[in-house]
Nanobody, 125 residues
Framework: QVQLVESGGGLVQTGGSLRLSCAAS????????MGWFRQAPGQEREFVSF????????WFANSVKGRFTIARDNAKNTVYLQMNSLKPEDTAIYYC??????????????????WGQGTQVTVSS
């Protein structure tokens, strides 16, 4: 069973950058499309970004488009979320998720098969 572990969260000032990593163990992510979601206190989990199984398709929420990028390194069994120009409203717990062999964007959380435990991102104003 593939397990996902996020890292790279922390406290950053408005306008700063962070790179989140999602490392897989117990299997390979090369068979999975990967997504990033986030959940702020008192709010529902929301979609942030997607990268397809093949890596050829990426998708972003409108709120992060142009500021965030997603990439995968199957050799390192890791997916990355580069977050630039961070805003206080980006503050949340960020989760990575995996869905088996999907190339079309999947934006809804229940469609994902595997989840990490999350990493906290806090953007101060």
């Amino acid at each position: 069973q593939v397990q996902l572990v996020e890292s790279g969260g922390g406290l950053v000032q408005t306008g700063g950058s962070l790179r989140l990593s999602c490392a897989a163990s117990g299997g390979t992510i090369s068979n999975y499309a990967m997504g990033w979601f986030r959940q702020a206190p008192g709010q529902e989990r929301e979609f942030v970004s997607f990268i397809s199984w093949s890596g050829s398709t990426t998708w972003f929420a409108n709120s992060v488009k142009g500021r965030f990028t997603i990439a995968r390194d199957n050799a390192k069994n890791t997916v990355y979320l580069q977050m630039n120009s961070l805003k206080p409203e980006d503050t949340a717990i960020y989760y990575c998720a995996a869905r088996f062999r999907t190339n079309l964007p999947v934006l809804n959380a229940p469609s994902y098969d595997l989840w990490g435990q999350g990493t906290q991102v806090t953007v101060s104003s």
